[in-house]
Every structure is written in C-alpha cells, then in structure tokens.
C-alpha cells in the first residue's frame, strides 16, 4: 500500500489547516489509516487514527482540535487541525494498516512527511 500525504504547511497560531492522506496500491482494505507526527527533537507521537468502522483515537494535545475521517470509496482520510498551536509543529507522517482481497494482514505503510509549521 502506498501513502501519499499532502496538505501541510505554514499557518498561524489559531489557524486551520486540513491533511489527506491518499493510499492506492493492489487490491487491499484499509483498517486503519491515520498520522503520526515527529516535532523536532522528539519522539514519533500519535496525532490521529480512525478504523474501517469509524472508531477514532486521539491524545489528549489534540482531542478537540483535530478531526480525522475517511472517504472508504476514495482510500483517503483526512485531518481537519483547527486552533493549532506552535508546539503542534511537526512533520506529520500518514500511517496504514490493511489487509489483502483474501484477509491477510499487510505490513504497516507509512508516507512521506508533511511539514506542519504553526508561527506564534
């Protein structure tokens, strides 16, 4: 499964900015499909997941002010970051998990990063 991520950029603090993340590949289904994101010097974190029934999971820096959802006919998922704040700035990685025609699990897939810049 390939990930193609897009939607970032430089945004103000209290601005909005929308990712999607576009997966496309052999025939496959998405289980789940979301973003991680890497702030420099820190660790690779959770932003955003949402599963083929809708389920999501955020952490807490984010519940409230992110949005994820999918489009299952067009392989996509998007998040929707309102009043964003400097500490949100990152690369935002697109993440996967799906399965093939036949039920078997695929590896993890990961996209290019997104840059995310929020100025004060």
């Known amino acids: 499964v390939q990930l193609q991520a897009s939607g970032g950029g430089l945004v103000q603090a209290g601005g909005s900015l929308r990712l999607s993340c576009a997966a496309s590949?052999?025939?496959?289904?998405?289980?789940?499909i979301g973003w991680y994101r890497r702030a420099p010097g820190k660790q690779r974190e959770l932003v955003a997941l949402?599963?083929?029934?809708?389920?999501?999971n955020y952490p807490d820096s984010v519940k409230g002010r992110f949005t994820i959802s999918r489009d299952n006919t067009k392989n996509t998922a998007y998040l929707q970051m309102s009043s964003l704040k400097p500490e949100d700035t990152a690369v935002y990685y697109c993440?996967?998990?799906?399965?093939?025609?036949?039920?078997?699990?695929?590896?993890?897939?990961w996209g290019q990063g997104t840059l995310v810049t929020v100025s004060s």
């Open positions: 993440y996967a998990r799906a399965k093939t025609a036949q039920g078997i699990d695929l590896p993890s897939s």
């Open positions: 949402i599963s083929s029934g809708g389920s999501t």
């Open positions: 590949g052999s025939t496959f289904s998405i289980n789940v």
